[in-house]
């Protein structure tokens, strides 16, 4: 964390400029829905639908699209910002300890940082950290603005949601644990694959043929099998989750179509959480996949030596 | 598919089996958007009618027809679609190996150690990848499904909204995906090339500390270090305006398509729209033709980056390695 | 019986061996001496029937296509160049031995009494073990595997150039107490390892 802080310390400009962005984007894609929420009442109350609004609405689509630009793009370039003060600060380290204690970096250890924990955090900073901030910001948005336009039918959507983040953590470490099974055996499979190449000539010369392809065999055989278990189990596992993600969106509909006709929403309204729902599910379903990359590359980034 | 992957499945023997899981799961897409569209449509109109006794019964019919739907998917996935996937994995790997331990050292040694294993192991599961993992050849066939299928449906509930839809949807989808994101892959590869110089500026500085160190090279390298990563820097932030240009117009033309269909709906309101149901069962349609595009679209690009792996495969399955005569050993003391 | 008759070697459009020619009689020993690229592994490779010449014929005991002269030879290459199997596989090559002959090339090639401390002995699986085995231990499996295959030609690409002195000259030793009776071809770059040999060819003279 201590890194993390360093970087967003040396680019607050930009990081501001992020969080101001992506407040203007999720507010202009709500406002936007509010918007179409109205046109839905109006169109379900028969009423005139004045061009004005309209116009209102086409401006807030465009700005919509508009701020989304600016958030996605703003994003990046700090995102970006801030590989780019990670990698010249652990450079900057590297040359400081080479000046200062002569020849004394290990090369293959330099090597291995460059390639492996660097370039992971390099690719999360560009690629998964600001779109994610941007999807949890806009979760918590969605859920302020839907608790303010009815906490019930919130609480109906977020409620089911939560158990079925526990499902996602509890299938998510049954299936690492398989995963890990798997890939042990396709390492040892890899071994063989890689013995018999290495070792050819020898193979051709003893007529070691049969030999190298049954071991490969049964090195494989010994791979599907866990691969298999782990392919059954995950669809299995994305079956009930298909089944259970479906469960907030039809007690949506249950609940929210019992108070339309009960008079406690318009059918406004429950377009418009029909239309949100997604932004607040997924951002919570998604939290511990979220969280556990993101500990990866903290992880990563506490080994990536810049002070 | 590409010719010379389905030449692999020929050459595996495992034609048969992936026609049987293409036509198998191919109409999930079109059931999924299918199932959600009637329960939008069916639920909005009992809050239309008012019809509260209704709700119930809907809520436990979708909640079937979702675990009927899910199920069909998990079993033709798990029985069928598992194992045509080990079997290409099996075959695949075993043939690579096969082949090569029938060929002379002399076309062995065409390729380093390093590139065999990648042609077995990597190269493999690109093939894999290729046929059957997310957003690849199955997801592009099952989209396709849904793309026309849907499309269908729209054009059977109504006409002009479909040519409404498609109006708007296909000049910005050009846009976006054909003519703005082209470039992002070259702009990928640079900053790739430019990440590689960086790695060799890193490595400069740890081979010649002794020589930053006597002649007081601490500037200078740091320069050259600072002008390969503002290259990364400035090639990925290339791309990611791209990538913004195409968010932007990919999620201006759902909105503007949306927006058009439910005020050209209100128009059309008990005049070949019969309620306010049915234009969101109409909406919905549109929305996953839009997605069904963009899935078909990104399955496109990622069979492209998976499609050099299965070729490298395909190249080996296409020597014709010279068989060796294995086991006829001097054995004086065999068994 | 090894003869080379007017034999050429290209690597990509490179010449690597050019018109050479020899003959090496049955129970003959032959030294190919030479610094590092001058082309001695490929002679051995050639004779192994690993590579096929570019010009020329090869002949070994009178097969000159590679797959049959690979049968008719038995190698140690400068890596011992082991499979991730047991110990006995990577001896037998899968091929069915009596034990007896199996025990006997272990003890000739020094590996009995290492085998013997190992829990599950000549079974052993070296795949997971390969960091555990010295240079020493692993090149004695790679002879043992060449002696087991009993063929009447031994081709040796410096079998101890991996090797610290003391193991250097237990491996040679075994190999040459093997070789007593048949034909030896040994390339190194050390000519004295080939001080008791019949013929001892440069390669930097031809």
């Known amino acids: 964390m201590p890194v993390l802080r360093i970087l967003l310390k040396r680019n607050r400009f930009w990081v501001m400029a992020a969080v101001v962005a992506a407040l203007a984007s999720n507010m202009s894609q709500i406002f936007y829905i509010f918007l179409i929420g109205d046109l839905v009442n109006k169109i379900e109350g028969r009423q005139a639908i004045e061009s004005s609004f309209v116009a209102l609405i086409c401006i807030f689509m465009l700005s919509n699209a508009l701020t989304l630009y600016v958030d996605q793009y703003v994003g990046r370039i700090t995102a970006e910002k801030m590989a780019h003060s990670l990698r010249m600060a652990y450079a900057r380290r590297l040359v400081k300890r080479a000046a200062g204690e002569g020849n004394a970096c290990d090369a293959g250890a330099v090597m291995s940082v460059a390639q492996n924990e660097l370039a992971q955090a390099d690719a999360y900073l560009g690629n998964t950290f600001f779109q994610i901030t941007g999807k949890a910001f806009s979760g918590v948005l969605v859920l302020i603005f839907l608790l303010f336009q009815d906490a019930l039918l919130t609480m109906t959507l977020l409620i089911p949601t939560i158990f079925i983040l526990f499902y996602v953590v509890w299938s998510g470490r049954r299936l690492s644990a398989m995963v890990n099974a798997a890939q042990d055996e396709k390492n040892r499979m890899n071994r063989v694959a890689y013995g018999t190449i290495h070792a050819f000539p020898v193979i051709r010369i003893f007529g070691g043929e049969d030999l190298s392809r049954k071991a490969f065999d049964a090195a494989i055989t010994r791979w599907v099998r866990p691969a298999s278990g782990l392919g059954r189990r995950s669809a299995l596992y994305n079956t009930l989750s298909g089944i259970v993600s479906m469960i907030p969106l039809l007690l949506l509909l249950l609940a ?40 990866v590359f903290t992880a990563n980034l506490s080994r990536i030596e810049i002070m | 598919m590409d010719r010379r992957v389905s030449f692999i499945l020929k050459e595996l023997g495992l034609w ?48 079937l027809f979702t675990v009927l739907l899910f199920g069909y998917n998990a079993t033709i996935w798990s029985t069928i679609s598992i194992k045509a996937d080990m079997l290409l994995h099996e075959r695949l790997r075993n043939k690579l190996l096969k082949t090569m331990l029938e060929m002379e050292q002399q076309e062995v040694e065409q390729y380093s150690e390093g590139d065999w294993i990648t042609r077995i192991n990597a190269d493999v599961d690109r093939t894999a990848d290729y046929l059957t993992a997310p957003l690849n050849f199955m997801h592009a066939l099952i989209a396709s499904v849904n793309l026309l299928l849907s499309t269908a449906v729209l054009a059977f509930l109504n006409a002009a909204l479909l040519a409404a839809a498609l109006a708007v949807m296909l000049p910005f989808f050009f846009l976006s995906t054909v003519v703005i994101i082209r470039k992002v892959p070259q702009y990928k590869k640079n900053a790739q090339e430019a990440q590689a110089s960086y790695s060799d500026r890193l490595r400069a500085i740890t081979e010649a500390g002794s020589a930053i160190c006597v002649f007081d090279g601490e500037d200078i390298v740091m320069k050259k270090v600072e002008e390969a990563s503002l290259r990364i820097m400035n090639e990925n932030i290339r791309a990611h305006r791209l990538s913004a240009w195409s968010s932007l117009f990919i999620v201006f033309s759902g909105n503007l398509g949306y927006l058009l269909l439910l005020l050209m709906g209100n128009s059309m309101m008990g005049n070949g729209i019969r309620d306010f149901a049915e234009l969101t069962k109409i909406t919905q349609y549109r929305g996953r033709m839009m997605m069904s595009v963009m899935c078909v679209n990104d399955s496109v690009n990622r069979m492209k980056t998976n499609l050099p792996g299965a070729l490298r495969v395909e190249e080996i399955l296409r020597m014709s390695g010279k068989s060796v005569p294995a086991g006829e050993q001097q054995q004086n003391h065999a068994v | 019986m090894i003869r080379l008759d007017n034999v050429s070697f290209y690597y990509e459009k490179q010449p690597v061996l050019n018109h050479v020619s020899l003959f090496v009689k049955k129970g003959q020993k032959l030294g190919v001496l030479g610094e590092s690229g001058c082309g001695k592994s490929t002679l051995l490779k050639l004779m192994a029937g690993l590579c096929r010449p570019s010009s020329g014929t090869v002949t070994v005991d009178g097969e000159s296509e590679p797959a049959r002269i690979c049968q008719k030879v038995s190698v140690v290459m400068q890596t011992p160049m082991l499979l991730p199997m047991t110990i006995r596989e990577n001896i037998t090559m899968g091929h069915e031995y009596t034990e007896e002959w199996i025990r006997h090339v272990c003890e000739e090639a020094n590996l009995t009494k290492w085998i013997d401390t190992l829990p599950k002995g000549i079974d052993t699986y070296l795949g997971d073990r390969s960091d555990e085995l010295s240079g020493g231990q692993a090149q004695r499996v790679a002879i043992a595997r060449a002696m087991c295959k009993d063929a009447g030609i031994l081709l040796l690409d410096e079998p101890t150039s991996a090797l610290d002195p003391e193991n250097a000259a237990a491996v040679l030793e075994a190999l040459e107490r093997y070789a007593k009776n048949r034909t030896l071809v040994h390339v190194t770059h050390r000519p004295e390892h080939l001080k008791a040999y019949d013929i001892v060819m440069n390669m930097d003279e031809l």
């Open chain 1, 256 to 295: 929210g179509s019992g108070m339309v006709i009960e008079g406690h929403i318009m059918l406004g309204t429950l377009i418009v959480f029909l239309n949100l729902q997604k932004s607040l599910t997924q951002f919570v379903m998604n939290l511990p996949s979220w969280l556990s990359g993101f500990r």
């Open chain 2, 16 to 63: 048969k089996i992936f026609v049987l899981v293409m036509v198998l799961r191919s109409p999930f897409d079109f059931l999924n958007a299918c199932l959600g569209a009637n329960m939008l449509e069916r639920f909005l109109r009992i809050a239309e009618l008012k019809e509260k006794s209704d709700l119930l019964p809907a809520f436990l019919t979708f909640l």
